[in-house]
Protein backbone atom coordinates (compact mmCIF):
# COMPACT_ATOMS: atom_id res chain seq x y z
CA UNK A 1 0.00 0.00 0.00
CA UNK A 2 2.96 2.20 0.36
CA UNK A 3 3.57 2.61 -3.14
CA UNK A 4 0.21 4.37 -4.17
CA UNK A 5 0.40 6.47 -0.81
CA UNK A 6 3.47 7.70 -1.53
CA UNK A 7 2.56 8.42 -4.80
CA UNK A 8 -0.67 10.19 -4.19
CA UNK A 9 0.18 11.95 -1.01
CA UNK A 10 3.81 13.21 -1.83
CA UNK A 11 5.28 15.21 -4.93
CA UNK A 12 4.91 12.42 -7.36
CA UNK A 13 0.58 12.55 -7.15
CA UNK A 14 1.00 16.66 -7.98
CA UNK A 15 3.07 15.55 -10.73
CA UNK A 16 1.09 13.17 -11.90
CA UNK A 17 -1.92 15.79 -11.71
CA UNK A 18 -0.31 18.44 -13.68
CA UNK A 19 0.48 16.57 -16.24
CA UNK A 20 -2.70 15.23 -16.49
CA UNK A 21 -3.89 18.25 -16.86
CA UNK A 22 -1.48 20.02 -19.20
CA UNK A 23 -1.66 17.00 -21.54
CA UNK A 24 -5.62 17.09 -21.67
CA UNK A 25 -5.86 20.94 -21.48
CA UNK A 26 -8.21 20.58 -18.07
CA UNK A 27 -7.68 22.33 -15.11
CA UNK A 28 -5.88 20.86 -12.41
CA UNK A 29 -8.85 19.97 -10.04
CA UNK A 30 -10.84 18.63 -13.08
CA UNK A 31 -8.23 16.11 -13.80
CA UNK A 32 -7.63 15.45 -9.91
CA UNK A 33 -11.23 14.64 -10.05
CA UNK A 34 -11.41 12.13 -12.93
CA UNK A 35 -8.11 10.70 -11.28
CA UNK A 36 -10.17 9.64 -8.30
CA UNK A 37 -12.74 7.81 -10.26
CA UNK A 38 -10.98 5.98 -12.90
CA UNK A 39 -7.56 4.57 -10.55
CA UNK A 40 -10.30 2.72 -8.21
CA UNK A 41 -12.19 1.48 -11.50
CA UNK A 42 -8.99 0.42 -13.39
CA UNK A 43 -8.56 -1.73 -9.99
CA UNK A 44 -11.94 -2.78 -9.50
CA UNK A 45 -11.49 -4.35 -13.27
CA UNK A 46 -8.29 -5.94 -12.26
CA UNK A 47 -9.59 -7.68 -9.38
CA UNK A 48 -12.58 -8.80 -11.56
CA UNK A 49 -10.45 -10.00 -14.12
CA UNK A 50 -8.34 -12.00 -11.69
CA UNK A 51 -11.30 -13.08 -9.41
CA UNK A 52 -12.90 -14.58 -12.70
CA UNK A 53 -10.15 -17.05 -14.20
CA UNK A 54 -6.90 -18.49 -13.78
CA UNK A 55 -6.16 -16.61 -16.98
CA UNK A 56 -6.47 -13.16 -16.02
CA UNK A 57 -4.76 -13.53 -12.52
CA UNK A 58 -1.66 -15.30 -14.76
CA UNK A 59 -1.36 -12.26 -17.15
CA UNK A 60 -1.59 -9.69 -14.52
CA UNK A 61 1.33 -11.31 -12.48
CA UNK A 62 3.49 -11.92 -15.46
CA UNK A 63 2.93 -7.99 -16.21
CA UNK A 64 3.59 -6.87 -13.10
CA UNK A 65 6.82 -9.49 -12.68
CA UNK A 66 8.22 -7.98 -16.26
CA UNK A 67 7.10 -4.37 -17.97
CA UNK A 68 4.89 -3.09 -15.02
CA UNK A 69 7.57 -3.76 -12.30
CA UNK A 70 7.36 -0.09 -10.67
CA UNK A 71 10.10 1.29 -12.35
CA UNK A 72 7.85 4.02 -14.60
CA UNK A 73 7.72 5.39 -11.18
CA UNK A 74 11.18 6.21 -10.63
CA UNK A 75 11.07 9.07 -13.14
CA UNK A 76 7.62 10.91 -13.47
CA UNK A 77 9.36 13.96 -14.11
CA UNK A 78 11.34 12.82 -17.59
CA UNK A 79 8.38 10.82 -18.08
CA UNK A 80 6.00 13.56 -18.10
CA UNK A 81 8.32 16.56 -19.11
CA UNK A 82 7.60 18.15 -22.30
CA UNK A 83 4.02 16.16 -22.80
CA UNK A 84 3.54 12.62 -22.21
CA UNK A 85 5.21 9.95 -24.46
CA UNK A 86 3.28 7.92 -27.31
CA UNK A 87 4.86 5.12 -26.12
CA UNK A 88 3.11 5.46 -22.85
CA UNK A 89 0.14 6.42 -24.14
CA UNK A 90 -0.04 3.08 -26.41
CA UNK A 91 0.92 0.94 -23.15
CA UNK A 92 -1.85 2.39 -21.74
CA UNK A 93 -4.28 1.87 -24.20
CA UNK A 94 -3.02 -1.66 -24.86
CA UNK A 95 -3.84 -1.81 -21.24
CA UNK A 96 -7.12 -0.46 -21.25
CA UNK A 97 -7.98 -3.30 -23.81
CA UNK A 98 -7.26 -6.07 -21.76
CA UNK A 99 -8.56 -4.23 -18.32
CA UNK A 100 -12.11 -2.95 -19.54
CA UNK A 101 -12.60 -4.87 -23.35
CA UNK A 102 -15.80 -4.14 -24.33
CA UNK A 103 -17.34 -1.53 -21.57
CA UNK A 104 -14.11 0.45 -22.52
CA UNK A 105 -16.05 3.29 -24.34
CA UNK A 106 -19.00 2.76 -21.73
CA UNK A 107 -16.34 3.64 -18.62
CA UNK A 108 -15.43 7.08 -20.78
CA UNK A 109 -19.05 8.12 -21.47
CA UNK A 110 -19.52 7.79 -17.62
CA UNK A 111 -16.84 9.57 -16.12
CA UNK A 112 -17.72 12.13 -19.19
CA UNK A 113 -21.01 12.49 -17.83
CA UNK A 114 -19.60 12.48 -14.12
CA UNK A 115 -17.03 15.09 -14.52
CA UNK A 116 -18.17 17.10 -16.97
CA UNK A 117 -15.07 16.23 -19.18
CA UNK A 118 -15.20 15.45 -22.97
CA UNK A 119 -14.85 11.58 -23.80
CA UNK A 120 -11.64 12.53 -25.69
CA UNK A 121 -9.96 14.18 -22.72
CA UNK A 122 -11.16 11.33 -20.58
CA UNK A 123 -10.14 8.92 -23.41
CA UNK A 124 -6.58 10.36 -22.97
CA UNK A 125 -6.35 10.20 -18.92
CA UNK A 126 -7.55 6.84 -18.75
CA UNK A 127 -4.64 6.21 -20.67
CA UNK A 128 -2.07 8.16 -18.53
CA UNK A 129 -3.61 6.43 -15.12
CA UNK A 130 -3.42 3.05 -16.68
CA UNK A 131 0.69 2.13 -16.90
CA UNK A 132 0.77 4.19 -13.34
CA UNK A 133 -1.47 2.19 -11.63
CA UNK A 134 0.01 -1.17 -13.65
CA UNK A 135 3.54 0.43 -11.88
CA UNK A 136 1.96 0.96 -8.53
CA UNK A 137 0.99 -2.39 -8.30
CA UNK A 138 3.76 -3.89 -9.55
CA UNK A 139 5.96 -1.96 -7.00
CA UNK A 140 3.58 -3.13 -4.10
CA UNK A 141 3.76 -6.46 -5.50
CA UNK A 142 7.31 -6.89 -5.32
CA UNK A 143 7.30 -5.46 -1.68
CA UNK A 144 4.60 -7.32 -0.18
CA UNK A 145 6.52 -10.28 -2.60
CA UNK A 146 2.69 -11.72 -3.97
CA UNK A 147 3.46 -15.01 -5.65
CA UNK A 148 0.05 -15.92 -6.52
CA UNK A 149 -3.35 -15.51 -7.65
CA UNK A 150 -4.71 -15.39 -3.54
CA UNK A 151 -2.04 -12.84 -2.87
CA UNK A 152 -3.01 -10.91 -5.79
CA UNK A 153 -6.50 -11.04 -5.42
CA UNK A 154 -5.59 -10.05 -1.46
CA UNK A 155 -3.20 -7.11 -2.56
CA UNK A 156 -5.90 -5.81 -4.72
CA UNK A 157 -9.01 -5.43 -2.07
CA UNK A 158 -6.43 -4.19 -0.21
CA UNK A 159 -6.01 -1.42 -2.33
CA UNK A 160 -9.75 -0.75 -3.01
CA UNK A 161 -10.92 -0.77 0.78
CA UNK A 162 -12.86 2.01 1.93
CA UNK A 163 -14.38 3.29 -0.66
CA UNK A 164 -16.83 5.81 -0.92
CA UNK A 165 -20.19 4.37 -2.01
CA UNK A 166 -20.25 6.69 -4.92
CA UNK A 167 -17.20 4.58 -6.27
CA UNK A 168 -18.55 1.62 -4.93
CA UNK A 169 -21.63 2.46 -6.73
CA UNK A 170 -19.64 3.41 -10.03
CA UNK A 171 -17.87 0.41 -9.82
CA UNK A 172 -20.62 -1.77 -9.63
CA UNK A 173 -22.43 -0.62 -12.48
CA UNK A 174 -19.61 -0.24 -14.97
CA UNK A 175 -18.02 -3.97 -14.45
CA UNK A 176 -21.39 -5.76 -13.88
CA UNK A 177 -20.89 -7.67 -17.34
CA UNK A 178 -24.41 -8.89 -17.91
CA UNK A 179 -26.21 -6.11 -16.22
CA UNK A 180 -27.92 -8.72 -13.80
CA UNK A 181 -25.92 -7.41 -10.27
CA UNK A 182 -24.43 -10.24 -9.75
CA UNK A 183 -21.26 -8.48 -9.29
CA UNK A 184 -22.88 -6.86 -6.15
CA UNK A 185 -22.68 -10.30 -4.61
CA UNK A 186 -19.95 -12.20 -6.23
CA UNK A 187 -17.37 -9.51 -6.52
CA UNK A 188 -18.00 -5.96 -4.85
CA UNK A 189 -18.02 -7.60 -1.61
CA UNK A 190 -14.23 -8.77 -2.27
CA UNK A 191 -13.57 -5.56 -3.90
CA UNK A 192 -14.97 -3.19 -1.30
CA UNK A 193 -14.64 -5.52 1.35
CA UNK A 194 -16.66 -4.93 4.78
CA UNK A 195 -14.66 -2.30 6.48
CA UNK A 196 -16.26 0.68 6.14
CA UNK A 197 -13.73 3.01 7.53
CA UNK A 198 -12.00 5.42 5.59
CA UNK A 199 -9.28 4.22 4.47
CA UNK A 200 -7.28 2.53 1.29
CA UNK A 201 -7.49 3.86 -2.07
CA UNK A 202 -10.88 5.69 -1.63
CA UNK A 203 -9.41 7.32 1.59
CA UNK A 204 -6.42 8.22 0.54
CA UNK A 205 -7.69 9.99 -3.16
CA UNK A 206 -10.98 11.67 -0.52
CA UNK A 207 -7.87 13.31 0.91
CA UNK A 208 -6.04 14.28 -1.70
CA UNK A 209 -8.65 15.51 -4.33
CA UNK A 210 -10.65 17.16 -0.75
CA UNK A 211 -13.31 14.83 -1.66
Keep these: ?50 ASSPQGAEGLMSALSSKHDGSILDNLGGLFNGGVDQSVL ?11 GDKQSQVE ?14 ANILKIAAPIVMGVLGKQKAQSNVSDAN ?16 N ?9 ADGDGSILDDVAGMVMG ?7 LGGLLGGLFGK
Design 1 to 50: MSGLLDLLNGPMGKQLIGAVANQTGQSESKAGSVLSMAMPLLLGAMKKNV
Design 168 to 176: QSLITTLLD
Design 90 to 100: DDGAGILGHVF
Design 109 to 122: TTLSAKSGMDTGSI
Design 151 to 166: GLNSMLGGMLGGQPKE
Design 194 to 200: GDKKSGG
